[in-house]
């Protein structure tokens, strides 16, 4: 029995699945690309800042406006020219709303948002109201999230910033019809999975399962059941 209650935890640990979804700052005009997305708690999000763009979140009621529990990317300067992405995690699956506080961007619609309402509190509603805002601002410093380079953001999420990994093609398909677009990725997160929990701390909470260990965990609850 106590054996098995190992096994159910290692399961439970392995079938977590996180998601890394990828967000351009600017790579294409004054928007993020994609500009909403849907995280659960546990996924990682990673902005790439472009020229000479940044990020900050805030409320829905106070769009282009920094406030104590704002995550800013800080400058793109501190970037090295984008190669150092932030890297924020997501905690909850309440809707988050962010902008870019450089001159007038934000409102002229660089916004974007996590898991906005489809009716009322919606992202046109948001950028509706941050065309009228005076001035916008963000915190004098980075915070709430990290500056990474990609070999840093491999070895915490065991995946690539690409954002090919898809949670239900995860659980579903087996190693071998795992799609030609994420082979890449799965073979990093394989060889990553193993030894990111020991190099970097916090990332067993947010590691992406290599295919090996979720075939294992599949096969640990056929077990049990
Ligand atoms: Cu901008």
């Not at 002229?108 to 919606?122: D, F, H, I, L, Y």
Request: aromatic share 8%.
């Amino acid at each position: 029995m106590y054996i098995k209650q190992l096994f159910l935890a290692a399961a439970l640990t392995t079938v977590t699945i996180s998601e890394v979804h990828l967000i351009d700052v600017g790579e294409d005009g004054l928007r993020f690309e994609p500009q909403t997305i849907n995280p659960k708690a546990g996924d990682t999000v990673i902005f790439h800042l472009y020229p000479r763009h940044n990020v900050v979140s805030t409320n829905f009621n106070t769009p282009c406006e920094s406030n104590d529990r704002s995550w800013f990317s800080g400058p793109f300067d501190q970037t090295e020219d984008g190669k150092k992405k932030f890297v924020v995690n997501v905690t909850s699956e309440n809707p988050v709303w962010y902008y870019c506080a450089v001159q007038r961007h934000c409102q002229q619609g660089m916004v974007g948002a996590w898991n906005p309402p489809s009716n009322g509190n919606t992202i046109e509603a948001f950028a509706d109201a941050a065309r009228s805002v005076r001035q916008a601002s963000a915190p004098s410093n980075r915070r709430g999230g990290e500056l990474l380079e990609d070999e840093q953001i491999v070895s915490l999420t065991g995946s690539n910033a690409s954002p090919t990994e898809s949670r239900s093609a995860s659980s579903t398909n087996s190693p071998s019809s795992a799609t030609t677009t994420s082979s890449e990725t799965e073979s990093t997160a394989a060889t990553g999975s193993g030894a990111s929990a020991s190099s970097t701390p916090g990332a067993a909470a947010i590691a992406a399962p290599g295919t090996g260990g979720l075939a294992l965990a599949v096969a640990l609850a056929a077990w049990m059941i």
